[in-house]
Antibody
């Protein structure tokens, strides 16, 4: 059974940093692309970042380029999102999501999310 | 970047009724690479449909998807109580960024 469990959210001041983690189990982590998707309060879903199954490419939405870094550690089946220079508009629930196949770019399993609040 | 516009914003229906949700793309979605998700408050989103019309594993057959090019539809043939939620379309036919529509809320009338 696939499980994705996010952690690392919290309250941070503008300009600060957070690192989100997503612990994956129940599937061959190294075989699948992984994503971060967020939902700001009262808003819809927004794709944030993607790392290919073999780490050959990483992609970001424009608003986070240069501030966020996606990475993965296959030795402990964990996905990360390093978030620097945080802004109020980054406040959201952050979900990690798994590609349906190695290169599907749509998501068949999601975590429950971790909440990030950027506020002074 | 492909912009997805969902309509209506809110759909008020009764259990047993048919729901028809629209997703329109600003440019053609290659290979009909469009997915639909259901999202309930406090829960993880759930994949319903991919490839515009293929039901994901375990999804009941009252959910169906259709369309190609720039116009896509999600139909719920007979609404059940657990179907009241927000629905999002997502395109994956172009290089990232991947994009979602703004969502359609299906609420109980």
């Amino acid at each position: 059974q696939v499980q994705l469990v996010e952690s690392g959210g919290g309250v941070v001041q503008p300009g600060g940093s957070l690192r989100l983690s997503c612990a994956a189990s129940g599937f061959r982590f190294f075989n699948y692309g992984m994503h971060w998707v967020r939902q700001a309060p009262g808003k819809g879903l927004e794709w944030v970042a993607f790392i290919e199954y073999d780490e050959s490419n990483k992609y970001y939405t424009d608003s986070v380029k240069g501030r966020f870094t996606i990475s993965r550690d296959i030795s402990n089946n964990t996905l990360y999102l390093q978030m620097d220079s945080l802004r109020a508009e980054d406040t959201a629930m952050y979900y990690c999501a798994k590609d349906r196949t190695a290169v599907a770019r749509h998501f068949d399993n999601w975590g429950q999310g971790t909440l990030v609040t950027v506020s002074s | 970047e492909i912009v997805l516009t969902q309509s209506p914003g809110t759909l008020s229906l009764s259990p047993g009724e048919r729901a028809t949700l629209s997703c329109r793309a600003s440019q053609s979605v290659s290979n009909s690479y469009l997915a639909w998700y259901q999202h309930k408050p406090g829960q993880a989103p759930r994949l319903l449909i991919y490839g515009a019309s293929i039901r994901a594993t375990g999804i009941p057959d009252r959910f169906s998807g259709s369309g190609s090019g720039t116009d896509f539809t999600l139909t719920i043939s007979r609404l059940e109580s657990e179907d009241f939620a927000v629905y999002y379309c997502q395109q994956y036919g172009s290089s990232p960024p991947l994009t979602f529509g703004g969502g359609t809320k299906v609420e109980i009338k």
